[in-house]
């Protein structure tokens, strides 16, 4: 069954079309790519899925109900969530402390540092903490200083704020930017792990082909802001089309 159907959305900015009168399903439960060269639109797409930006045109439906123009805090609560928001991380907390703060907001429909003061009274906020920090393997550093966190353990801890508020759908923009050949192994590894252990959805922009072909059910190619290929890493690497958008690019 689908997730999430995209009908024609599309994204103008002044002169250039974005997203252009793009067509993507995804299935619960699968690993989805979206893949393209810099600029194809992949950010603008999440960013209209996940409500920062307002489609110029088109339709989003998310678990069976139009989500076209909600607020983005409307979506976080109908199950959609994004990770590797790189603002997301207070570097002066602890780690148990920032997802505490995460869960704390989702329990309790706000945002509050003043929470911290109180904690003691929330003990499900607290477990609930714990078990995010054990589903990305880093509960043994709660109580370092999240600006302490070697790179590779800060997305972790991205990713557990992001699973605070129980999405059964997670976008990834680029996961792995930045990291080394170790990092992005791990990296890689946790997707697949989360995916497994959560039975999350997940929508996976990225352009590292060895990663896309590791962990992607299925694969989106964007260009200039259109869909010109779609399905599984077979069909879509064998695609001349893909092939040409790549040339001088990326090798598939
Ligand atoms: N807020 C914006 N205003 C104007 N142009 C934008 C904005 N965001 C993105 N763009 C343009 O839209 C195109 C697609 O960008 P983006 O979605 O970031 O591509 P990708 O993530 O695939 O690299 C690019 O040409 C980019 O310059
Ligand atoms: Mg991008």
Known sequence: MSILQTDGLTKRFAGLTAVDKVDLTVEEGETRAVIGPNGAGKSTFINLVTGMLEPTEGSIEFAGEDITGLEPHQIVQRGVSKSFQTASIFPGMTVRENVEVAAFATAHGSFSVNFLKHRNGYGDVSDKAAEMLDAVNILGSADM???????????????????????????????????????????????????????????????????????ADRIAVLNRGEIIADGTPEEVQGDPDVQEAYLGGVEL
């Open 145 to 215: 200083q999240a600006a302490d966190l070697p790179y590779g353990d800060k997305r972790r801890l991205e990713i557990a704020i992001a699973l605070t508020a129980e999405p059964d759908l997670m976008f990834m923009d680029e996961p792995t930017a930045g990291m080394s050949p170790e990092e992005t192994d791990e990296t890689v590894d946790l997707i697949e792990d989360v995916q497994e252990e959560l039975g999350l959805t997940i929508v996976l922009v990225e352009h590292d082909m060895e990663i896309i072909f590791r962990v």
